[in-house]
């Protein structure tokens, strides 16, 4: 069918009808003056079981159902929800399930737009599509004369329902409940319910949050039967007092009636610690027909309070005389006292992390498996904290993260990013909206208010700011004094009229803003809600957050953005690549390209290097010496509720990256907030000189604990003895064969029968090196100032700034390379180049000389002088290209994993072995990866042959089967809206998915002095660190080639001779 305009339609509708366009009834997805039509009022979430029974009063709908797509609201089966509508031949879709994931439509990736045309509060028409479902069930015949509910846990973004035929409701709201009586609808046996969805809504307005558009019934369809007297939904508050020791319970019970004559009904309340009864409660009350409340209260001694470290959870169950609930409970306080934001009496420093619902394969469908991994994961990296961003989750978390333990705040389902923050623009600050906001806000607080895990409201997200969201914030006021309210987007408190958010909250600050705020009289705690923005290979100077944050009472703590890259996985060639913005539906589509790459582990929860930085700098237990020397070592327990008692120190001393003793301590109970000194066992060693020394410490606990196996390690530090290293004896040793040296007008040749290295006298490189017969470069060692740009630097338009070093690469005027420097056991061979820009301008000198030894060692050292005027250089290094089959790699140095500059206090100096495909980190937008740095040495072999890498101080490496260039996609990916059209142009999509690298036959290897550091403050402008970029105007580094046979020579000889 041909769609037409919307305002089209009113208009022949009012001719025809004889009114008025106003007059015409809009659709209630189309009106902002309707939320819900015939919904139940929001309640906590909770399940009963019927006493004396074991029949369920409950029934999934989850499963498959009839299913038809329609691309506008013009074009969908009216009259489908009638029982004589025939169906049979509609598609079958998976519920809970997102269409576009189904082959239906497509999903659309944007951060700060709107998905689609707006113009608020109108909805778009031609672009609007509708999905309707339908499915039969059969209702239990022992339901009879209950009533009976639909609960329906999300559907994106508005829908209707009807029941064999006949109108139940209507309602909106794509992270939220909604929950409808059918009793009057239903009939013995078979049932139809038919729900129709509307991608786009009024309410779409509020749902502009920065993750993808998709649409369906995301979350549980469930039926469920509930007599006529009932608890309708209660309130509990467990709280702390008499110095945070005693638990007290305030428990209000709204009962229902649903009877037209008042009744009498027991209920009895209970406490209970596993099979232990702690309190009953049990009255008689007479409840007129409607609504009644009551209340229990009680004190318990000496409560164990639930914290994240100590989630100990009671059970409340209150019993009528047909139904029981059991409801897990926590007590727990939460205030803020003199400018710090308290949790049971302590300043707790939240380790956090933002959370979106994201699933590869599902979409916005999450299954308990992938949530229980999640909070496993979070749990071992030392987080203690999630935000749930950016609308409440879906039910079943809530009670998964109070059982296991995270602190959380929960957030209500309210962005509306794309209108701004102008005050005559923002939603949030617009009367007709208010209402919207409202009801969002009491629909979050509604349900997961019975929770110990929730410690904070947060009233929304980059909605702005006004009137709107001063009077969510007195409602919540009004209906929870007990926890705070958080709202980062608190503008200017004079146009709203008073304060509104508990916190003074802020995105992506640096962290001397943190301490200047810190070191000002604020009497509000300060939350950092999102920083340290994880976009592809990031997440840089955490440990300068860290210390600032752990100074000040005040600083409460950080929210990472954020936790798991939201790629959509799809198949090419049966090769699996994860999608992004701008992956799908016709060239018009908006997108934010892979902005929504984010995460600390991959869409199927692999693991990211980062995510070990991460545990590293969270963890809750520091070490320090001031004696290294001696054994002394002081641990400092930074938990807020864990006494150290039961943990082991394991530790170990190493020498040149190999263990020489090793030992366990049993850490005596250090309480929270305290230190106590521990003395290793290791005198008798020589620790002033001869190898280099480190000692690792690992705090581990011996039993299951939670989530956290035996032997997890909680902590772990590492430390250099101070002392002198041995000298390697680099003495040339009498000549077994002297060198020849054959110059020509294109090459220098130097060699003996043992080794052969060419030097090309056009380009001034060291192109060829064999030794023992064996060819080792495919291509030669050449000076390399660039590196193929991560997503933060695309987002500080480095590839601009910094685009004369990429310039160099084919752009390096030789100036001269000569032998200067001859005798049968040593050739010095000297070159000298100028790296130019492409408008021929010299940005730096670079000189080379090399040292070739007899035996085939070669010394390569190096100076770079930068000129003043130009930009800092992204690597000074080199490049060389090895045949492909030298692909084992041992090395000395920070490992195993990647680590940068500004990212390796996680990666512990040692020996390490493994593969060149190991060294490979796929992140889905293909970029700069797996680096190693503070390396003393490197090598790579076969069985044949090796060659060798010794640093003359430190040096850094990264290895890989792809030239730099395979990394690097032709034209930018849109990232944010300042990048404009033609930032996205790449219309051939090169160089953008994991799978469009096809492995070379061959190993790139660069040898380096270093990278500029990843940064990660944001990744839309902000720059690495000065401290972390290779700033000065000259540098000096040298290391010495060594090629081996790979059958014989042995690698310890060869670094410690």
Not at 346 to 373: S, W
Not at 705 to 731: C, K, S, V, W
Request: aromatic fraction near 12%; proline fraction near 5%; charged fraction near 25%.
């Amino acid at each position: 069918m041909k769609t037409i305009n919307w305002v089209v339609f009113l208009a022949i509708t009012a001719v025809i009808f004889g009114c008025d366009v106003d007059e015409v009834k809009r659709p209630h997805w189309n009106n902002i003056d309707v939320i819900r039509e015939n919904v139940e009022e929001p309640r906590a979430i909770f399940t009963t079981t019927r006493n004396d029974t074991e029949l369920r009063y409950s029934k999934s709908l989850n499963g498959s159902w009839k299913f038809n797509y329609a691309s506008t609201p013009l074009e969908r089966p009216i009259g489908f929800e009638k029982l004589d509508y025939d169906v049979s031949e509609w598609a079958e879709i998976p519920v809970p399930g997102n269409w576009e994931r189904h082959g239906f439509g497509y999903p659309i990736y944007v951060n700060v737009p709107y998905p689609f045309a707006i113009d608020e509060p109108n909805v778009p028409q031609d672009n609007n599509p509708v999905g309707s479902y339908r499915r039969d069930f059969l209702l239990p015949e022992y339901w009879q004369g209950d009533e009976v509910f639909l609960y329906l846990g999300a559907v994106s973004s508005a829908f209707y329902v009807w029941v064999n035929g006949e109108y139940v409701g209507y309602s909106e709201g794509s992270k939220t409940s909604s929950e409808f009586r059918i009793g009057d609808k239903l009939s013995a046996g078979n049932n139809t319910i038919a729900i129709e969805v509307y991608r786009w809504s009024t309410g779409s307005y509020l749902e502009d949050q920065d993750f993808w558009s998709l649409s369906g019934i995301q979350r549980d369809v469930t039926l469920y039967a509930r007599p006529a007297v009932r608890v309708r939904d209660f309130e509990v508050r467990a709280g702390l007092e008499n110095d945070y020791v005693d638990g007290v319970l305030e428990a209000e019970i709204e009962l229902l009636n649903d009877s037209k004559a008042a009744a009498v009904s027991d209920i009895e309340v209970q406490i209970t610690d596993g099979d232990t009864l702690l309190h009953r409660s049990k009255r008689s009350v007479t409840l007129e027909p409607g609504k009644s409340v009551e209340f229990f209260q009680t004190t318990l001694p000496n409560v164990r309070a639930w914290s994240a470290e100590k989630p100990d959870l009671y059970t409340l169950v209150i019993k009528t005389p047909q139904e029981t609930i059991s409801q897990p409970i926590g007590f727990r306080t939460t205030e803020i006292v003199d400018g710090r934001f308290l949790i049971n009496g302590r300043a707790v420093k939240l380790k956090g992390v933002n959370l979106h619902e994201h699933h590869e394969v599902m979409g916005h469908v999450v299954d308990e498996m992938t949530m229980m991994k999640d909070i496993s994961l979070m749990k071992q990296a030392n987080m203690n904290a999630v935000r749930n961003s950016h609308y409440p989750h879906q039910d079943a978390w809530y009670e998964l993260v109070s059982r296991h333990g995270l602190y959380m705040i929960d957030e209500a389902n309210i962005e509306s990013h794309g209108y701004g923050y102008e005050h005559n623009e923002t939603l949030g600050n617009k009367p007709h909206w208010e209402k919207h906001h409202l009801d969002r806000t009491q629909r979050m607080y509604e349900r997961s208010k019975n929770f110990p895990a929730v410690v904070i409201w947060s009233l929304g997200n980059e909605a702005g700011d006004g009137s709107n969201l001063g009077a969510t914030y007195r409602w919540l006021k009004a209906r929870d004094k007990s926890r705070p309210i958080q709202y980062e987007t608190e503008g200017d408190i004079a146009d709203v009229g008073e304060r509104h958010s508990d916190f003074h909250s802020s995105m992506y600050w640096r962290y001397w803003d943190l301490e200047k705020y810190a070191q000002t009289a604020n009497d509000r705690p300060f939350l950092l809600i999102e920083y340290s923005h994880a976009m592809g290979n990031s997440s840089g100077n955490l440990r300068e957050y860290w210390d600032v944050i752990e100074k000040f009472d005040s600083l409460s703590g950080a929210f990472i953005w954020d936790w798991v890259d939201q790629g959509l996985i799809e198949y090419e060639d049966g090769v699996p690549y994860w999608t992004y913005g701008g992956d799908y539906g016709p060239d018009d589509v908006p997108s934010s390209g892979n902005f929504n790459f984010n995460g600390l582990v991959f869409p199927n929860r692999n693991i990211q290097p980062a995510y070990w930085e991460v545990k590293r700098v969270y963890q809750h237990v520091r070490f320090s010496s001031d004696s290294l020397l001696s054994g002394v070592i002081k641990v400092e327990n930074n938990y807020d509720f864990t006494n150290l008692d039961g943990f082991e120190l394991h530790w170990s001393l190493v020498a040149d990256g190999k263990a020489l003793l090793d030992g366990v301590l049993n850490v005596p109970p250090i309480r929270p907030g305290s230190s106590e000194t521990l003395h290793l066992p290791y005198k008798g060693h020589d620790l002033h000189s001869g190898p280099e020394h480190h000692i690792l410490l690992q705090l581990v606990h011996p039993e299951q604990n939670g989530l956290l196996a035996p032997g997890h390690i909680y902590a772990e530090q590492q430390f250099r003895i101070p002392g002198d290293t041995a000298p390697r004896d680099d003495a040339t040793l009498a000549s077994a064969e002297a060198l020849i040296v054959n110059e020509t007008k294109e090459t220098i040749d130097i060699g003996n029968s043992k080794f052969a290295i060419t030097f090309d006298r056009p380009t001034g490189l060291l192109s060829q090196l064999t030794y023992n017969g064996e060819d080792l470069l495919v291509a030669p060692l050449s000076p390399n100032t660039w590196r193929a740009p991560t997503d933060n630097d695309f987002g500080n338009y480095m590839p601009t700034w910094a685009a004369v070093w990429q310039q160099t690469a084919d752009k390096q005027f030789i100036g001269s390379i000569q032998v200067v420097s001859e005798d049968e056991n040593i050739v010095i061979v000297k070159s000298s180049r100028s790296l130019v820009s492409d408008d021929r301008l010299e940005v730096a000198k670079w000189d080379t000389d090399y040292k070739i030894h007899w035996d085939g060692r070669v010394h390569v050292n190096n100076h770079f002088s930068r000129a003043p005027d130009i930009p800092v250089p992204p690597r000074i290094g080199m490049n060389m290209e090895l045949r492909r089959s030298l692909d084992t790699v041992d090395w000395f140095g920070r490992g195993p994993h990647e680590n940068y500059s500004d990212r390796k206090e996680s990666a512990n100096v040692g020996r390490y072995h493994n593969l060149v495909n190991d060294h490979y980190v796929p992140y889905l937008r293909p970029q700069e990866n797996g680096y190693k740095t503070d390396v003393r040495w490197v090598a790579l072999s076969d069985d044949a042959a090796g060659i060798l890498f010794i640093a003359d101080d430190l040096i850094s490496f990264g290895v890989s089967h792809y030239r730099l260039e395979d990394l690097v996609p032709p034209v930018k990916i849109a990232i944010t809206t300042e990048d404009g059209p033609a930032a996205s142009e790449n219309n051939e999509r090169v160089n953008v998915h994991v799978n469009d690298l096809i492995p070379r036959d061959l190993i790139s290897l660069n040898i380096d002095l270093g990278q500029m550091g990843l940064g990660g403050d944001d990744s839309w402008g902000k720059r690495t660190l000065l401290e972390y970029s290779l700033s000065e105007l000259n540098y000096r580094y040298g290391f010495t080639v060594i090629p081996f046979n790979g059958k014989s020579d042995r690698l310890e000889k060869l670094v410690y001779r």
